[in-house]
């Protein structure tokens, strides 16, 4: 029995390592394929920029490079959004150089260039061998299904080795496909591992100028939060000012009428006391309604959690609700998500038309990640004077980032990542 055991150990460690590799392969091949569109834009830059260099041996180009050094910087931008999406935090340069002369003394642009030069080469290689090997599997395992409808001597497997004219020779390209596809799940892992190091190091600013980036983009971000602030308490001062205050003044009046209505026409007072009455549970009601804008009680009573059931539960529209965050948040930070959620949820029945609206909520690692779709007419512009930039608001003044597409036609995503500490 002894000696059995390291072997009963080994097969227990294969079986827990196979799901964990089979695990790894779909988010892989999704790293790979993001990768493959990001290659392909840093190819046609790539053979952009080489036009620009040999126009600039007759003059030409000098005048063309700041532009194309701006849409590799756009691009470059494109794969950053990617590689952030997809849980990695890091902080990205500004805005590109206006002129050469800034250009060649900036470091970010020499290293955005070389990651243009390997990700548009060995970077879209890797990417295609990548999204082929699961392909040419699956086209080789299928032949036995349909290679007969074909004429004889048309079928090959991808590396037309033979022709498929027989079961026996159609079963060796299932063979062959099976080989493909363990092959990509393979490598796959490793190529996507290779791709998003290499970004990692090149995409984010160059560390000699990450202080001073930093130091300006926490002053932002400070300034930001305190227009924040001064808008909330706004906000905040007109709902009591035109809603509750009003209500209340109601109130003090139909109580001066019913005192007076007492003294002189007792009949009438019953009457004039329910109005009063009336008023006064609106005034609450009103109350009620500003204290949860400015912090829901259910956040503290049922957490995160419970607190977007709650809006799923109650939204006009069907709402897919899916969260996985254990443990608690910084209160600022659910706080933000909620109200994240909820502005998501008014747009879409209010505005965008939608019929069901999904959102996503995630920690990963230090971060809240919420994502909300939906499926209305699109065409949704913060820049309008929307709740939106209320919201953008509060995810900047918490050092978080919102990103939100909304092409005409639709669909509508919210995307926003907030750090909330381990």
């Known amino acids: 029995m002894p000696r059995q055991a390291p072997q009963d150990e080994a097969q227990q460690g294969m079986r827990g390592r196979l799901p964990r590799a089979a695990g790894d392969v779909l988010p892989s091949l999704e790293e790979v394929a993001g990768a493959f569109v990001t290659a392909l834009l840093a190819f046609a830059v790539f053979c952009w920029l080489g036009v620009v260099l040999a126009l600039s041996l007759v003059g030409v180009g000098l005048l063309l490079a700041p532009r194309a050094l701006r849409t590799v910087h756009a691009v470059a931008d494109r794969e950053r959004v990617r590689l952030r999406r997809s849980g990695r935090s890091f902080l990205g340069p500004g805005d590109p150089p206006r002129d050469l002369r800034e250009a060649r003394h900036d470091p970010d642009v020499r290293r955005e260039l070389r990651w243009l030069v390997g990700h548009a080469t060995g970077g879209l290689l890797l990417a295609a061998l990548g999204l082929l090997l699961p392909i040419s599997g699956l086209r080789d395992i299928s032949v036995p299904l349909w290679w007969r409808v074909f004429p004889k001597g048309e079928v090959t497997p991808t590396l037309s080795l033979w022709v498929v004219g027989s079961w026996g020779s159609a079963f060796a390209a299932l063979l062959l496909g099976v080989g493909w596809i363990a092959l990509g799940a393979w490598l796959t892992p490793r190529m996507a591992r290779w791709l998003v190091r290499r970004g990692l190091r090149l995409l984010p600013i160059d560390p000699s100028s990450d202080l001073t980036l930093r130091v300006a983009q926490l002053s932002a971000t400070r300034a930001a939060a305190l227009d924040a602030h001064a808008t909330e308490l706004r906000r905040i001062e007109r709902a009591l000012h035109d809603g509750t205050q009003n209500r209340l003044v109601a109130v003090t009046v139909l109580l001066g009428a019913a005192r007076r209505a007492a003294e002189r026409n007792p009949a009438a007072a019953p009457e004039i006391l329910e109005r009063a009455q009336l008023a006064a549970e609106e005034a609450l009601a009103e109350l009620r309604s500003v204290v ?88 949704a512009d913060e820049s309008r004077g929307s709740g939106l930039l209320g919201i953008r608001r509060r995810v900047e003044a918490l050092d978080g980032t919102l990103t939100m597409t909304s092409p005409v036609g639709g669909p509508t995503t919210l995307e926003v990542q907030l750090p909330c500490g381990s």
């Open 292 to 379: 949860r804008s400015i912090l829901p009680p259910v956040l503290a009573d049922r957490g995160l959690t419970g607190a977007l059931r709650g809006l799923a539960a109650t939204s006009p529209i069907r709402c897919d609700l899916r969260v996985d965050v254990p443990g608690r948040c910084a209160a600022a930070v659910e706080a933000t998500a909620y109200f994240a959620v909820a502005e998501a949820l008014t747009n879409g029945s209010r505005h965008s038309g939608a019929t069901s609206i999904d959102v996503e909520v995630q920690r990963r690692g230090d971060d809240l990640h919420l994502r909300v779709t939906d499926d209305g007419k699109g065409g």
